[in-house]
């Protein structure tokens, strides 16, 4: 740990130290920024817009109108922070308080302005949609990579959003009750649920459970974040915990290439024009992280050796002005593997498994754009999507031999269960956006084909001393279960044919916006044809306030791996009622307010039955209501607030006679408060402070010696109740500081982010260690992320 400590430390200083280096340099040379402004709506460019683009550091501002292409480009700007004021009349202002510009380069931003509900009511940053759920959130690319938390990871970032609770340093998330994987995200409005690496099919049950630990995404790969807890529109369907769209960014005018060095491995990128046609350009990430060798070097040795390798690459091509082309190839790949070395480094060997897991996932996308008349958008999208994933589990008895032998002695069975998770989708998706005399229009079509090869593949009987008192027994008195090869042996192979449409339409009359739709799809995985009506009211009787409220119905379909798990899972969607309603206050133009309260009715859900034979069914029902609370301001130039409070109360009837019970995920209580101080062109600090209550803790029974006389000494855990008791609650602490300065043609950016400063307890997860009958809980310390990104434009 110390060599850890070390190495923070001396990369943390570095920041200072390239700034002191440089302070006697020639000033740094200017770059450039192109604006484009569009029609939110049809999305055609929109002339005579008058930008204004203010230097933050000296104030000084310059005024310029868009030409026909609704464009504007500003050259010979010093490098830093500037703000941009985008007016005309017809259109609420838009706003952007920090847009950076670097040496060298010319960087794009595209603006969307919107028609306001009230003339005077201004539009800060990027305006929502009129599809959009009204509790939405949108974060930008300066957002995401400069987030507190964040580190080098977009969906970090999303910490401190409504109703999203992030308990660790990991990617993953739940929101309102909702497990991780329960979240709908797409990549360019491609369906993409491979977001997440090392997402484990098998391990220990907090490991299966979690979601995943690290994005695909390279912080800088992503131009914007849309999120939303609820109550979305009817073109988005298969999940129903909350939406993500994330937006993979265009290249810039001008050429760059960027490495960023991380601690444990690099990336390479360019970013500029293709030279295909004139505006062409293309975005090339690619990153190798090995987190083996970084655990080496922090003495982590008994975690294993997680290998990560993504690829993306982002091409936009216009044709001509009424036709884009766009071109995304995502290539993601990651190895994990632990053996009998790492087993013997385990503290009491209290993890003796011995893994092996392997997962390539791939999206190849083309999109068409084309501008229809004068007010219509009509989309087309076609897809594949791969992922190939096996995963074995094995296992080491380091107490079967003398104390003190080594890691080569040790008896291991290895590979005794392997799942196979083999899936291939090709889709076609095709939206018209259109205005019309009511307001604005949406209607599209959805097909795709899944075809999926699963098995599970257990090599001889299997004793797990952790399980659940309902979980099948030959013998009551027996204190384990054992899995065997013809309960747990199954595949799953079958091709699926699916479809959806879906219409909605926005009303729009003065103060009111009244948003009507409805999904109609047929599931060819479960046999189903499923309807869903979709709701929105907003009023905005003045200035100040927003009132607005959902209703809708949400279908979430079963996972591939429940289905597979048994040749009886014949199982269906879940069905979800939502409705809410809400209201946001706007004490002056720098600060908001918006609560959101909701309830969901649950039902159809699917719940295992008995873990040694595999089986799942449709037999659960519940209930999810809360509150999300979000203040968000500008404190002044360069200083910003946000602070959330998020209260949930989610129960499930699993129907197995112990009655409703708190649901897996659910935290009563989610609050955070944030600080960020762009203190100059250079400098950026800020601090996050979260309160996360803890989640539904279970009754168990640990019941010794289960094995016998004449065995190994083993203990197991029986879970007797779900949900009878809560966890307890944590708080943590984590803060950021940003540094960017140019090194005459090179760009250097570096940061410095510690997640839970205080190395408060931070997590609620446990494991069981069989051979001495105890719940290990995962020590809590500072996690010091460090980046050092290096741009070169020309």
Do not use: C
Request: net charge negative; hydrophobic share 40%; aromatic share 10%.
């Amino acid at each position: 740990m110390k060599t850890y400590w070390r190495r923070a430390l001396w990369l943390a200083l570095s920041a200072p130290l390239i700034g002191f280096s440089l302070s006697t340099h020639a000033a740094e040379a200017p770059g450039a920024l192109t604006i484009i402004v569009r029609d939110q709506y049809t999305e055609r460019p929109i002339s005579s817009v008058q930008v204004t683009i203010t230097e933050r550091e000296t104030a000084l501002a310059r005024s310029l109108q868009t030409d026909a292409q609704g464009r504007i480009v500003v050259e010979q700007l010093d490098p830093g922070l500037y703000s941009v004021n985008v007016t005309k009349a017809g259109f609420a202002p838009v706003y952007e308080p920090s847009v950076r510009v670097i040496t060298r380069k010319n960087s794009r931003i595209e603006l969307e302005l919107v028609a306001p509900t009230l003339e005077e009511v201004a539009v800060q940053a990027q305006a929502l949609d009129a599809f959009a759920s009204p509790s939405s959130t949108y974060l930008d690319r300066e957002a995401l990579r400069g987030a507190v938390g964040g580190g080098a990871d977009p969906l970090l970032s999303l910490d401190g959003l409504p109703g999203l609770a992030s308990a660790s340093e990991f990617a993953a998330f739940s929101v309102r009750g909702r497990g991780p994987r329960d979240n709908l995200i797409f990549v360019d409005e491609f369906p993409f649920d491979k977001a997440v690496h090392f997402d484990a099919t098998l391990g220990e049950d907090e490991d299966i459970g979690g979601g995943g630990r690290f994005s695909i995404f390279a912080p800088n790969v992503i131009s914007g974040a849309e999120f939303s807890p609820g109550g979305w529109g009817p073109a988005y369907g298969g999940r129903a915990g909350s939406l993500l769209k994330l937006d993979v960014a265009d290249g810039s005018p001008s050429p760059s290439a960027s490495l960023r060095l991380d601690l444990a491995g690099n990336e390479i990128g360019y970013d500029g024009p293709l030279g295909i046609t004139e505006d062409a350009t293309v975005l090339v990430s690619a990153r190798r992280l090995d987190f083996g060798a970084f655990f080496e070097d922090i003495d982590e040795l008994d975690i294993g050796n997680p290998v990560l390798r993504d690829i993306i690459v982002k091409s936009a091509v216009p044709i001509d002005p009424s036709n884009t082309l766009e071109v995304l190839l995502i290539d993601t790949r990651e190895t994990y593997t632990r053996d009998v070395r790492h087993v013997f480094e385990s503290p009491n060997f209290e993890d003796a498994s011995l893994l092996d897991f392997r997962q390539d996932s791939d999206l190849y996308g083309l999109t068409l754009r084309s501008l229809l008349g004068q007010d219509a958008v009509w989309t087309n999208k076609v897809y594949h999507r791969a992922s190939n994933k096996i995963s074995s589990e094995g296992e080491a008895f380091p107490d079967l031999v003398p104390p003190g032998s080594p890691a080569s002695s040790f008896p291991v069975r290895e590979d005794i269960i392997t799942v196979i998770e083999d899936e291939t989708e090709i889709g076609w998706r095709s939206d018209l956006a259109t205005v019309n005399r009511w307001g604005a229009f949406n209607a599209g079509l959805q097909l795709t084909q899944i075809d999926l090869d699963y098995s599970t593949v257990l090599d001889g009987d299997w004793i797990r001393y952790v399980y659940d008192s309902d979980d099948v027994r030959p013998d009551p008195g027996q204190h384990f279960i054992v899995l065997t090869p013809e309960n747990i042996n199954a595949a799953l192979s079958r091709k699926a044919t699916s479809y959806a449409s879906y219409v909605d339409q926005v009303f729009k009359h003065n103060t009111w916006d009244l948003r009507t739709g409805v999904r109609l799809e047929r599931d060819g995985l479960t046999d189903e044809t499923l309807v869903s009506p979709r709701l929105r009211a907003t009023w905005q009787p003045g200035r100040r306030f927003r009132y607005f409220a959902t209703a809708g119905i949400f279908y979430q379909s079963p996972r591939f791996l429940d289905l597979a798990a048994n040749e009886a899972n014949t199982l269906e969607n879940e069905k979800i009622t939502h409705r809410s309603v809400g209201l946001e206050y706007f004490p002056n133009d720098s600060w908001s307010v918006l609560t959101e309260a909701y309830y969901q009715d649950l039902a159809n859900l699917v719940v295992d039955l008995d873990r040694a034979s595999g089986t799942f069914a449709n037999i659960g029902d519940g209930t999810s209501y809360g509150f999300d609370v979000v203040v968000r301001g500008t404190i002044r130039e360069g200083l910003y607030a946000t602070a959330t409070y998020s209260y949930n109360d989610a129960e499930v009837d699993r129907k197995d006679g112990r009655g409703a019970v708190a649901d897996e995920f659910s935290r009563e209580h989610v609050a955070t408060l944030g600080l960020t101080w762009e203190i100059t062109d250079r400098w950026k600090v800020g601090a996050r402070y979260k309160y996360l209550s803890g989640r539904p803790q279970d009754a168990f029974i640990i019941h010794e010696d289960v094995l016998g006389p004449g065995q190994p000494v083993r203990y197991s855990r029986e879970t007797t109740e779900r949900g009878v008791g809560r966890k307890p609650g944590y708080g943590v602490l984590n803060a950021r500081v940003d540094y960017r300065r140019a090194f005459g043609p090179i760009d250097v950016t570096a940061f410095l982010d510690v997640i839970n400063v205080t190395s408060a307890s931070s997590t609620d997860d446990t494991e069981f260690d069989y051979r001495r009958g105890v719940n290990v809980k995962d020590d809590s310390e500072a996690e010091p992320l460090i980046g050092l990104r290096l741009d070169y434009a020309w």
